[in-house]
């Protein structure tokens, strides 16, 4: 009898635990935030081209980019855009973002203070 009430709780407790990460999903298809590591930055004027692209991306709200860490912070709609897409919009104004490569013609046309080796 013991056996079997630990084991009732350990479902409850499973699934009250399944319960709630259900309801943080939910929660984060409204909005969401993404990390992208962004090796390519290396300038404020780096910092101000990945900001501009992506100001254009319709359902970008706001993004942060720390220079010195490397890292993008991108809060987003997520009915308007995936992840994809953002790191897609940095690649294209030049810069790698996470495993999206660089557009090679867009970064070679950056200004020489901005373009970086591999």
Known sequence: MKKLIVLVMMLTVAAFAGEKKNMHNMDMSKGGHVMINVPTVQCDHCVKTVTG??????????????????????????????????????????????????????????????????
């Open 53 to 118: 692209a992506l100001d254009k991306v319709d359902g970008v709200e706001s993004v942060k980019i720390d220079l010195e860490k490397k890292m993008a912070h991108i809060n987003y709609d997520a009915k308007k855009v995936k992840a994809y897409d953002i790191r897609k919009a940095i690649s294209s104004a030049g810069y790698d973002a996470d495993d999206v490569k660089r557009d090679e013609k867009v970064h070679d046309a950056l200004p020489a203070c901005c373009q970086s080796k591999r």
